[in-house]
């Protein structure tokens, strides 16, 4: 019964844009994220910032973000990955609606089948160019959510298209890259569940095979790398990803946005 007021909300929903009717709330707003708040718990209502890798917060202020609401990004035609935070169980009708643009998504495994609707119909209706979903559950955890996401629009639904990456571990990003002399020295946030952290350079920024290295670290604790033996004076973009192992299988989360860096002679 949830599952059918639902797809009738989401047509509801559709009509109403097609008729030009404008829904919006009144939110707060910190860092470009509009959001609303209940009891100590925030939900994501917008976002008017311009970046195209977007890592929406775990929390703003002392409000834990548990939601990402209807419309939130919808008709976003900047942005190209997004990494929703552990906590979040929630994804609204229409979020990323029309974000044409969209190529990769980071969910947690707190989205998942326990909840009534935890990706509600039409959430990725119009995300043309997505390709890749790094799931924080298990397979059958995201089937779960799928079947229920794509119920509206079916086999039309992005969700159909893409490939999922299960049991994919908590996202961290880059703090900075220094120069040193024919080497790097990389920073970055550390995440207590994982097994590590594998870093990725390279002189091209499409991070192409032929010019692109990799290093791994291991341990949760590790918060920084030095890479040496490099050319000096050179131009390197770096990028990060976690790694946790499951049954003897190494799973990654998505590849963070990169910086760049130019060694010393």
Known sequence: MKK??????????????AAGISITASAKSSNGFKYETKGKSASITGYTGSDTFVVIP????????????????????????VVIPNGVNYIGHWTFGNCSKLKTISIPKSVNDKQDCPINACAFAGCTALKDVYYGGTKAQWKGVVDFAVYALGNNDPLTKVKAHYNAPTFT??????KGKKSFKATWNKKSSVAGYQIQ???????????????????????SVTVKKLKGNKKYYVRIRTYKTVSGTKYYSAWSTSKTVTTKK
């Open 173 to 178: 990003s880059l703090k900075k890259v220094t």
């Open 201 to 223: 350079y390279s002189t091209s920024k499409s991070f192409t095979k032929k010019t692109s290295k990799k290093k791994t670290v291991k341990g949760a604790k590790k918060t």
């Open 58 to 81: 775990e929390k703003i202020g002392d409000y834990k973000v548990n939601s990402i609401g209807d419309f939130a990004f919808q008709n976003n035609k900047k942005i190209v990955n």
């Open 4 to 17: 059918v007021l639902s797809v009738l909300l989401s047509i509801a929903l559709v009509l109403t844009m």
